[in-house]
């Protein structure tokens, strides 16, 4: 009887200890037209992933990823390298602003993509409560008028951090699950993820 209850702990606590990846899943919630999010945890999550969903086919792959600090009073800072994508069980990093402008000409067509979609489930998120600086963007588009990219992005009290995250397409389809993670460049136990449905 002893060595039962020894096994049903161990088997509990390694249960425990796979709870974080799940639970971020099962917190996400999707509001329509490709938005996901998790507002649980040190980092609040947006991912609009309407233009990766019509543009599954694209050799690089764009998401609209909002995010600010959980909690009251907090500054969190994140790069570029914090963004990260789950696919299939592997982590892809984003490319480099170079990388991406060399061999991907349709970031403004991407942008003017997103701009004419539609933006009920977006607006039905913490988002409309926060604002969002216009001139920082890990991947602005290349236009005359266009921001310098940024390296990293900071997020503190009602403002918010929100920028294009591009990951080279891997091999999508329609139905796919993928996780964004977010990670705060000082700290990787602020954390927070996102389920995203390619459908």
């Known amino acids: 009887m002893k060595t039962l209850k020894v096994v049903l702990s161990i088997l509990a606590f390694s249960l425990l200890l796979s709870v974080p990846a799940v639970f971020a899943q099962i917190l996400t919630e999707s509001y329509g037209q490709g938005v ?3 507002s649980d945890g040190p980092i609040k999550l947006v991912v609009d992933a309407g233009v990766a969903i019509k543009e599954i086919d694209s050799p690089y792959v ?3 990823v909002y995010m600010a600090s959980g909690q009251e009073g907090q500054n969190i800072v994140v790069d570029r390298n914090g963004i990260t994508m789950v696919y299939d069980g592997r982590e892809y990093k984003m490319p480099s602003v170079k990388e991406l402008r060399q061999n991907y000409h349709r970031q403004i067509r991407d942008t003017n993509f ?3 979609t539609g933006k009920e489930g977006l607006a039905s998120t913490w988002v409309r409560f926060y604002k969002f600086p216009q001139d920082q963007d890990f991947f602005p ?3 005359l008028n266009s921001s310098i990219p940024i390296d990293e992005g900071s997020m503190t009290g009602n403002i918010g951090f929100r920028t294009r ?3 080279k397409n891997p091999g999508f389809k329609k139905g796919d699950k993928i996780i964004i993670r977010v990670t705060a460049k000082d700290d990787p136990n602020l954390s927070n993820e996102v389920a995203v449905i390619l459908q």
């Open 36 to 38: 996901f999010a998790n």
């Open 62 to 64: 764009m998401f609209i």
């Open 114 to 116: 997103y701009q004419i």
């Open 141 to 143: 588009p290349q236009t």
């Open 165 to 167: 995250c591009y990951f």
